[in-house]
């Protein structure tokens, strides 16, 4: 699956399963579900108003939380954005980026859930 590093998963479930008393998959997916549309609205106003400083934090923290879960493809586009923003260039396709981490969020959070009820 390119948009979605299964070995990553596995470990998570797997390590979860050792947590007792908890399950930090489940929450992992959570934060990721709640955050990630939060992270990219808030570079969406960034690029508007030309804050490079809140559009490379936003793309930094999404980059870090999206690979930490093995949601790679998100992880990569957040990358190249986060660069980006440091040297305070907005490429052309910006807002292409920023769709193109929507559509694989939604085959992320299809694939994570998958594994909830797993």
């Known amino acids: 699956m390119k948009d979605i590093d299964t070995g990553i998963v596995n470990q998570l479930i797997e390590t979860s399963k050792e947590v007792e008393g908890s399950n930090l998959f489940e929450d992992l ?4 579900k709640d955050e990630t549309p939060n992270r990219v609205s ?14 490379h934090r936003a793309a930094h923290s999404l980059k870090s939380g999206s690979a930490y879960l093995g949601a790679k493809k998100i992880s990569e586009i957040s990358k190249v954005i986060e660069i980006a923003s440091a040297e305070s260039k907005v490429k052309d ?5 920023l769709g193109d981490i929507e559509e694989s969020y939604e ?8 594994k909830l009820v797993a």
Do not use: C, H, P
């Open 29 to 32: 997916v959570g934060l990721f």
């Open 93 to 97: 396709n910006i807002n292409e980026l």
């Open 107 to 114: 085959v992320a959070m299809d694939y994570l859930n998958s």
């Open 42 to 55: 808030e570079m969406r106003k960034a690029i508007q108003v030309g804050d490079f400083e809140t559009l």
